[in-house]
């Protein structure tokens, strides 16, 4: 019946999830980011690297980003070198997210580092880690769940869901993610 939840929305929409400095942050973030990020032409990776840095990110040299790329909160970005973000990928950096060196995101994947926890009638803010290992590859519409680990060479297939941690070199697809093989050290498939 309506109106007889246990879930708790008030108490909810009531609580503080971010600190003043915190909501002041990301208030001039979502002023800046449409015109100096969003509208920033696509050969422009070093402005774009710039622009992030200025914001608290920790960028390597070489990572592309492309612009249609929308990160939640840039200080709790890092991506190593060489990495690259593709076209309308989310970053959903309530928690913190960890690119590793040589990794691709491919266009349109989700990493979500945030939640509620839905065992508690007030369904608090869970800003959880996400780590993406080095030489990983994030296909296209795939998704990473909020405290994933996603280890070293390791590929989560188009529109895989992660909601648990995957092996280095593991080669996940479908809903859940599910292992299908692992890269060896030439970067070619074996089967499971």
């Not at 008030?10 to 509208?39: C, D, H, M, Y």
């Not at 070093?46 to 790329?69: D, E, H, N, Q, Y």
């Not at 840039?74 to 060196?101: C, F, H, K, Q, R």
Request: aromatic share 8%.
């Amino acid at each position: 019946m309506v109106g007889t939840s246990p879930i708790n929305v008030k108490a909810n929409r009531a609580s503080r999830k971010w600190t003043p400095k915190q909501l002041l942050g990301r208030l001039i973030w979502e002023l800046v980011r449409t015109p100096v990020f969003a509208w920033s032409p696509r050969p422009l990776w070093f402005w774009r690297r710039t622009i992030l840095r200025i914001f608290g990110a920790k960028i390597g040299p070489g990572v592309r980003i492309f612009s249609s790329v929308k990160i939640a909160i840039p200080w709790n970005l890092t991506i190593g070198e060489y990495a690259a973000v593709g076209d309308g990928a989310i970053l959903y950096s309530l928690g913190t997210i960890e690119i590793g060196p040589s990794t691709t995101i491919s266009q349109y994947a989700h990493l979500c580092a945030g939640s509620h926890d839905h065992q508690r009638s007030d369904f608090p803010l869970a800003k959880l880690p996400i780590k993406i290992g080095a030489e990983a590859w994030v296909c296209a519409d795939a998704f990473i769940g909020p405290g994933v680990s996603v280890g070293n060479r390791a590929i989560v297939g188009a529109r895989a869901v992660a909601m648990r941690d995957i092996n280095n070199s593991a080669i996940m697809v479908g809903n859940p993610a599910t292992q299908i093989g692992t890269r060896d050290t030439k970067g070619r498939r074996t089967k499971k």
